[in-house]
């Protein structure tokens, strides 16, 4: 499935997830994989917004850019979706139908 603007972002549905912070740093177990993460903050913090509720690329755009007090730029919104598209490879979210 190729991500449309209206496309909603998830954790998916078969992670059940365990986290430990490392100073900075976030390992994140997925009992679903068997694999674990270790991610920076703002891939965490991606994690951790899609894992209250799904929301569009767009409205998890926005939100972190007033959570990470940064404007929302072109580069803002490039790395935000460079970012869905690793944890989505990964298989930690996944893209769900508008």
């Known amino acids: 499935m190729d991500p449309s603007p209206r496309t909603r972002w998830q ?3 078969s992670n059940r997830l365990l986290w430990a912070q490392w ?17 920076s903050e703002l ?7 899609l894992s ?4 569009t690329e767009a409205a998890l755009t926005a939100k972190l850019a007033r959570l990470c007090e940064v ?20 298989e930690l ?4 139908g508008p």
């Open 71 to 90: 404007e929302e730029t072109d580069d803002w919104m490039r790395k935000i979706a460079g970012l869905l598209a690793e944890l989505a490879d990964i």
């Open 23 to 39: 100073e900075s740093d976030y390992s994140v177990f997925d009992g679903g994989t068997g694999d674990t993460h270790l991610l």
């Open 11 to 13: 954790v998916a549905a």
């Open 43 to 49: 891939p965490a913090e991606v994690l951790r917004q």
């Open 52 to 55: 209250q509720g799904a929301m």
């Open 93 to 96: 979210i996944e893209p769900i």
